[in-house]
């Protein structure tokens, strides 16, 4: 099972960025999955989530309106677009999946709910 996240970069604030959460070795089909962010010295925070069925989303309020997670199934594939950024968006942002392969429902921006992880990618926003 790997998770493998790129699209991260040096951007001025006000940019965008899409960042991409590609699996290898197992479907995502059955997964909820998640984006966390850490800046230095600060913990792990979770940044959305959207259910295996995909009709369930969630987001941190300091990204709500600006932020946006989609899935890509047949491209095994989840990503998060992010707009408007802002300094104190900087941070390694990591996906992560939980399995969810009965109610389809679940989401949740607890880090400890997850079990496997990526192993993420940097965003810098600066002028």
Known sequence: LQLVESGGGLVQPGGSLRLSCAASGFGLDYFAIGWFRQAPGKEREGVSCISSSGGMTI??????GRFTISRDNPKN???????????????????????D???????????????????????TVSS
């Not at 987001?59 to 709500?64: E, P, R, W």
């Not at 392969?101 to 965003?123: A, F, I």
């Open 59 to 64: 987001y941190a309020d300091s990204v709500k």
């Open 101 to 123: 392969p009965d109610g389809r429902t679940w989401t949740s921006l607890g880090k400890d709910e997850y079990d496997y992880w990526g192993q993420g990618t940097q965003v």
């Open 77 to 99: 594939t989840v990503y998060l677009q992010m707009n408007s950024l802002k300094p104190e968006d900087t941070g390694v942002y990591y996906c992560a999946v939980r399995a």
